[in-house]
Protein backbone atom coordinates (compact mmCIF):
# COMPACT_ATOMS: atom_id res chain seq x y z
CA UNK A 1 0.00 0.00 0.00
CA UNK A 2 2.74 2.89 0.94
CA UNK A 3 4.71 1.83 -2.74
CA UNK A 4 1.30 2.46 -4.07
CA UNK A 5 0.92 5.67 -2.59
CA UNK A 6 4.08 6.68 -3.38
CA UNK A 7 3.68 6.47 -7.24
CA UNK A 8 3.18 9.75 -9.15
CA UNK A 9 1.52 10.15 -12.10
CA UNK A 10 0.61 12.88 -14.68
CA UNK A 11 -2.59 13.63 -16.70
CA UNK A 12 -1.58 14.36 -21.00
CA UNK A 13 -4.28 14.50 -23.65
CA UNK A 14 -5.38 11.03 -24.79
CA UNK A 15 -3.24 10.60 -28.17
CA UNK A 16 -3.97 7.69 -31.17
CA UNK A 17 -1.89 5.49 -29.28
CA UNK A 18 -3.28 4.95 -26.38
CA UNK A 19 -5.81 3.41 -27.79
CA UNK A 20 -4.97 -0.20 -26.51
CA UNK A 21 -4.44 1.05 -22.88
CA UNK A 22 -7.47 3.04 -22.70
CA UNK A 23 -9.29 -0.21 -24.29
CA UNK A 24 -8.07 -2.65 -21.46
CA UNK A 25 -8.90 -0.15 -18.85
CA UNK A 26 -12.71 0.32 -20.42
CA UNK A 27 -13.61 -3.25 -20.79
CA UNK A 28 -12.32 -3.57 -16.83
CA UNK A 29 -15.26 -1.29 -16.51
CA UNK A 30 -18.07 -1.94 -19.01
CA UNK A 31 -17.62 0.42 -21.05
CA UNK A 32 -19.10 -0.08 -24.44
CA UNK A 33 -17.72 3.05 -26.82
CA UNK A 34 -16.10 1.91 -29.92
CA UNK A 35 -12.08 2.59 -30.61
CA UNK A 36 -13.41 5.17 -33.68
CA UNK A 37 -15.20 7.41 -30.76
CA UNK A 38 -11.90 7.33 -29.27
CA UNK A 39 -10.60 8.96 -32.10
CA UNK A 40 -13.50 11.13 -33.31
CA UNK A 41 -14.45 13.47 -30.72
CA UNK A 42 -10.42 13.24 -29.86
CA UNK A 43 -10.50 15.52 -33.40
CA UNK A 44 -13.06 16.79 -32.70
CA UNK A 45 -12.11 18.14 -28.84
CA UNK A 46 -8.28 17.43 -29.30
CA UNK A 47 -7.11 18.47 -25.73
CA UNK A 48 -11.02 17.20 -23.84
CA UNK A 49 -9.78 13.83 -23.38
CA UNK A 50 -7.35 12.73 -21.06
CA UNK A 51 -5.10 9.83 -19.64
CA UNK A 52 -3.82 9.57 -16.19
CA UNK A 53 0.13 8.22 -16.59
CA UNK A 54 2.35 6.76 -14.27
CA UNK A 55 6.07 7.25 -14.43
CA UNK A 56 6.55 4.03 -15.61
CA UNK A 57 4.22 5.39 -18.68
CA UNK A 58 1.30 2.72 -17.37
CA UNK A 59 -2.13 4.38 -18.59
CA UNK A 60 -4.54 4.01 -15.35
CA UNK A 61 -7.28 6.79 -15.80
CA UNK A 62 -9.19 8.36 -18.62
CA UNK A 63 -12.20 10.75 -18.61
CA UNK A 64 -13.50 13.10 -21.78
CA UNK A 65 -14.67 16.12 -21.20
CA UNK A 66 -15.75 17.69 -24.69
CA UNK A 67 -16.62 20.98 -25.27
CA UNK A 68 -19.34 20.62 -28.15
CA UNK A 69 -19.78 24.66 -28.19
CA UNK A 70 -19.11 27.96 -26.73
CA UNK A 71 -21.67 27.25 -24.64
CA UNK A 72 -21.93 23.49 -23.73
CA UNK A 73 -20.09 20.68 -22.92
CA UNK A 74 -20.22 16.80 -21.78
CA UNK A 75 -17.93 14.58 -18.77
CA UNK A 76 -18.19 11.14 -19.40
CA UNK A 77 -16.03 7.91 -19.72
CA UNK A 78 -14.64 8.26 -16.75
CA UNK A 79 -12.23 5.26 -15.23
CA UNK A 80 -9.61 4.56 -12.87
CA UNK A 81 -7.65 1.31 -12.43
CA UNK A 82 -8.93 -0.34 -9.22
CA UNK A 83 -5.21 -0.77 -7.39
CA UNK A 84 -5.27 2.92 -8.31
CA UNK A 85 -8.16 4.35 -6.58
CA UNK A 86 -6.82 6.24 -3.97
CA UNK A 87 -4.62 8.49 -5.78
CA UNK A 88 -7.51 10.67 -6.23
CA UNK A 89 -6.67 9.86 -10.16
CA UNK A 90 -10.57 10.21 -10.84
CA UNK A 91 -10.70 14.03 -9.09
CA UNK A 92 -7.78 15.21 -10.62
CA UNK A 93 -8.79 14.18 -14.15
CA UNK A 94 -12.57 15.83 -13.18
CA UNK A 95 -10.81 18.92 -11.30
CA UNK A 96 -8.70 19.33 -15.10
CA UNK A 97 -11.49 18.40 -17.53
CA UNK A 98 -13.60 21.19 -15.65
CA UNK A 99 -10.56 23.71 -16.59
CA UNK A 100 -10.85 22.98 -20.00
CA UNK A 101 -14.93 23.67 -19.45
CA UNK A 102 -14.32 26.82 -18.45
CA UNK A 103 -17.97 28.77 -18.19
CA UNK A 104 -19.86 26.36 -20.34
CA UNK A 105 -22.59 24.08 -18.70
CA UNK A 106 -20.93 21.14 -18.45
CA UNK A 107 -23.30 18.06 -18.68
CA UNK A 108 -22.90 14.30 -17.14
CA UNK A 109 -24.71 10.76 -16.44
CA UNK A 110 -24.05 9.22 -13.10
CA UNK A 111 -25.12 6.15 -10.82
CA UNK A 112 -27.26 7.04 -7.88
CA UNK A 113 -24.39 6.81 -5.89
CA UNK A 114 -22.08 8.55 -6.95
CA UNK A 115 -24.67 12.09 -7.28
CA UNK A 116 -23.28 13.22 -3.97
CA UNK A 117 -19.90 13.36 -4.94
CA UNK A 118 -20.98 14.62 -8.22
CA UNK A 119 -22.32 17.12 -6.51
CA UNK A 120 -19.01 17.86 -4.68
CA UNK A 121 -17.64 18.44 -8.69
CA UNK A 122 -19.39 21.27 -9.48
CA UNK A 123 -22.49 19.50 -11.14
CA UNK A 124 -25.86 20.79 -8.31
CA UNK A 125 -27.97 20.52 -10.86
CA UNK A 126 -30.14 17.53 -11.27
CA UNK A 127 -32.54 16.40 -14.47
CA UNK A 128 -35.41 15.40 -12.51
CA UNK A 129 -37.83 14.72 -14.73
CA UNK A 130 -36.12 11.80 -16.98
CA UNK A 131 -32.80 9.64 -16.76
CA UNK A 132 -30.64 8.26 -18.90
CA UNK A 133 -31.83 4.32 -19.15
CA UNK A 134 -28.96 1.97 -19.99
CA UNK A 135 -29.15 -1.17 -22.02
CA UNK A 136 -25.98 -3.18 -22.17
CA UNK A 137 -26.43 -7.37 -23.19
CA UNK A 138 -24.60 -9.35 -24.52
CA UNK A 139 -25.98 -12.16 -26.66
CA UNK A 140 -28.10 -12.84 -29.09
CA UNK A 141 -30.35 -9.68 -30.69
CA UNK A 142 -34.29 -11.28 -32.02
CA UNK A 143 -34.46 -7.30 -33.79
CA UNK A 144 -36.84 -9.65 -36.30
CA UNK A 145 -38.98 -8.75 -33.51
CA UNK A 146 -39.51 -5.33 -34.50
CA UNK A 147 -41.82 -4.15 -37.40
CA UNK A 148 -40.73 -3.65 -40.86
CA UNK A 149 -43.81 -1.45 -41.59
CA UNK A 150 -43.16 2.48 -42.11
CA UNK A 151 -45.97 4.89 -42.24
CA UNK A 152 -47.06 6.20 -45.57
CA UNK A 153 -44.88 8.12 -47.52
CA UNK A 154 -41.71 7.62 -45.43
CA UNK A 155 -38.39 6.21 -46.74
CA UNK A 156 -35.60 5.03 -45.04
CA UNK A 157 -31.80 4.82 -47.06
CA UNK A 158 -28.54 4.73 -46.49
CA UNK A 159 -27.35 8.31 -45.62
CA UNK A 160 -25.64 9.54 -48.91
CA UNK A 161 -24.54 13.35 -49.74
CA UNK A 162 -27.47 15.09 -51.12
CA UNK A 163 -29.41 14.35 -47.95
CA UNK A 164 -27.00 15.11 -45.49
CA UNK A 165 -27.87 18.59 -45.21
CA UNK A 166 -30.92 17.66 -44.71
CA UNK A 167 -29.86 15.73 -41.87
CA UNK A 168 -28.27 18.30 -40.60
CA UNK A 169 -31.55 20.88 -40.25
CA UNK A 170 -33.21 17.73 -38.46
CA UNK A 171 -30.04 17.80 -35.90
CA UNK A 172 -30.40 21.13 -35.57
CA UNK A 173 -33.62 21.77 -34.48
CA UNK A 174 -33.46 18.80 -31.55
CA UNK A 175 -30.15 19.94 -30.39
CA UNK A 176 -30.71 23.03 -30.37
CA UNK A 177 -27.07 23.89 -31.74
CA UNK A 178 -25.08 23.36 -35.22
CA UNK A 179 -23.43 19.76 -34.65
CA UNK A 180 -22.31 19.87 -38.32
CA UNK A 181 -18.16 19.68 -37.02
CA UNK A 182 -19.06 16.83 -35.11
CA UNK A 183 -20.89 15.08 -37.79
CA UNK A 184 -19.22 15.29 -40.50
CA UNK A 185 -16.48 13.67 -38.18
CA UNK A 186 -18.48 10.77 -37.27
CA UNK A 187 -19.99 9.76 -40.45
CA UNK A 188 -16.83 9.31 -41.77
CA UNK A 189 -15.99 6.50 -39.33
CA UNK A 190 -14.61 3.52 -41.13
CA UNK A 191 -16.93 1.16 -38.48
CA UNK A 192 -20.00 3.36 -38.60
CA UNK A 193 -23.28 3.08 -40.59
CA UNK A 194 -25.97 5.83 -40.86
CA UNK A 195 -29.90 5.20 -42.17
CA UNK A 196 -32.09 8.34 -42.94
CA UNK A 197 -35.58 8.09 -42.96
CA UNK A 198 -37.36 11.09 -45.56
CA UNK A 199 -40.48 12.38 -46.22
CA UNK A 200 -41.06 14.38 -49.40
CA UNK A 201 -37.73 15.19 -49.37
CA UNK A 202 -37.08 16.24 -45.64
CA UNK A 203 -35.44 14.32 -43.03
CA UNK A 204 -37.88 12.87 -40.42
CA UNK A 205 -35.13 10.76 -38.12
CA UNK A 206 -31.87 9.02 -38.34
CA UNK A 207 -29.63 6.72 -36.68
CA UNK A 208 -26.36 5.22 -36.62
CA UNK A 209 -24.77 1.90 -35.43
CA UNK A 210 -20.97 0.93 -34.66
CA UNK A 211 -19.61 -1.94 -33.50
CA UNK A 212 -18.05 -1.27 -29.65
CA UNK A 213 -15.24 -2.67 -27.87
CA UNK A 214 -16.88 -5.96 -27.20
CA UNK A 215 -17.94 -6.25 -30.93
CA UNK A 216 -21.82 -5.99 -30.14
CA UNK A 217 -23.71 -3.49 -31.72
CA UNK A 218 -23.77 0.17 -30.36
CA UNK A 219 -26.55 2.11 -31.13
CA UNK A 220 -27.25 5.92 -31.11
CA UNK A 221 -27.98 8.44 -31.91
CA UNK A 222 -31.17 7.14 -32.93
CA UNK A 223 -34.05 10.06 -33.55
CA UNK A 224 -37.47 10.07 -35.33
CA UNK A 225 -40.74 11.89 -35.17
CA UNK A 226 -42.61 9.16 -34.98
CA UNK A 227 -42.26 5.57 -33.00
CA UNK A 228 -43.15 3.35 -36.10
CA UNK A 229 -40.26 5.35 -38.24
CA UNK A 230 -38.08 4.78 -34.91
CA UNK A 231 -38.73 1.15 -34.66
CA UNK A 232 -37.82 0.69 -38.43
CA UNK A 233 -34.66 2.19 -38.37
CA UNK A 234 -33.59 0.27 -35.71
CA UNK A 235 -34.51 -2.99 -37.13
CA UNK A 236 -32.90 -2.22 -40.13
CA UNK A 237 -29.67 -0.59 -38.14
CA UNK A 238 -29.27 -4.02 -36.31
CA UNK A 239 -29.96 -5.84 -39.28
CA UNK A 240 -25.81 -4.81 -40.47
CA UNK A 241 -25.07 -6.30 -38.02
CA UNK A 242 -25.98 -9.55 -38.21
CA UNK A 243 -22.96 -11.12 -36.49
CA UNK A 244 -23.04 -8.62 -33.64
CA UNK A 245 -22.00 -10.48 -30.01
CA UNK A 246 -25.02 -8.00 -28.29
CA UNK A 247 -26.33 -4.52 -28.03
CA UNK A 248 -25.15 -1.11 -26.51
CA UNK A 249 -27.78 1.71 -26.15
CA UNK A 250 -28.97 4.30 -24.03
CA UNK A 251 -32.74 5.51 -24.04
CA UNK A 252 -34.40 8.33 -22.06
CA UNK A 253 -36.80 6.94 -19.45
CA UNK A 254 -39.82 9.09 -20.00
CA UNK A 255 -40.13 7.91 -23.59
CA UNK A 256 -41.89 4.99 -23.31
CA UNK A 257 -41.81 4.12 -27.03
CA UNK A 258 -38.23 3.65 -27.21
CA UNK A 259 -37.55 1.28 -24.14
CA UNK A 260 -40.77 -0.39 -25.20
CA UNK A 261 -39.00 -1.21 -28.62
CA UNK A 262 -36.05 -2.79 -26.80
CA UNK A 263 -37.42 -4.66 -24.16
CA UNK A 264 -39.43 -6.21 -27.08
CA UNK A 265 -36.59 -7.57 -28.21
CA UNK A 266 -36.17 -9.47 -24.36
CA UNK A 267 -33.30 -7.09 -23.63
CA UNK A 268 -33.54 -5.71 -19.82
CA UNK A 269 -32.66 -2.68 -18.35
CA UNK A 270 -28.85 -2.78 -17.48
CA UNK A 271 -28.77 0.58 -15.19
CA UNK A 272 -30.54 4.15 -14.69
CA UNK A 273 -28.52 7.07 -14.75
CA UNK A 274 -29.28 10.41 -13.36
CA UNK A 275 -28.41 13.95 -15.61
CA UNK A 276 -26.66 16.40 -14.12
CA UNK A 277 -24.78 19.80 -15.31
CA UNK A 278 -23.29 22.78 -13.61
CA UNK A 279 -25.51 25.54 -14.36
CA UNK A 280 -28.56 24.64 -16.17
CA UNK A 281 -31.21 21.90 -17.19
CA UNK A 282 -30.71 21.53 -20.79
CA UNK A 283 -34.45 21.72 -23.04
CA UNK A 284 -34.74 18.19 -24.71
CA UNK A 285 -37.58 17.08 -26.34
CA UNK A 286 -37.17 13.68 -25.36
CA UNK A 287 -40.28 12.38 -27.25
CA UNK A 288 -38.12 12.14 -30.68
CA UNK A 289 -34.76 10.79 -28.76
CA UNK A 290 -34.94 6.97 -29.22
CA UNK A 291 -31.13 6.51 -27.98
CA UNK A 292 -28.96 8.95 -27.17
CA UNK A 293 -26.14 10.03 -29.49
CA UNK A 294 -23.68 9.16 -27.26
CA UNK A 295 -23.95 8.74 -23.22
CA UNK A 296 -20.02 8.92 -22.52
CA UNK A 297 -19.08 12.12 -24.88
CA UNK A 298 -22.84 14.11 -25.90
CA UNK A 299 -25.41 15.37 -23.61
CA UNK A 300 -28.89 13.92 -25.66
Not at 11 to 35: G, M, N, W
Not at 42 to 68: M, R, Y
Not at 252 to 270: C, D, F, H, T
Request: hydrophobic residues 40%; aromatic residues 8%; charged residues 25%.
Amino acid sequence: MNAIKALTFRLRPFVETDIPAVVKLALRSTFHYSTECLISWSKIDPTGIKVAELHSGEVVGFCATINHNENNAFVGALCVHEKYRKLEIGHRLVVAGMQHVGERNAGTNVSKELIRATCKEGFGVIEDSWNTVEYEYLGELRYQLLTEKLPDGVQIQCLKENNFDSMLEYDRTLAGYDRKHILDIICKENNTKFLIALKDGACVGYGMIKRNIFDAARVGPLYADDSRVAEVILRKLLETMPDAKGLAMTTISNNLMANERVRKMGIPVYNNLTRMYTKEKMVINSSRIFAQFDADFSPL
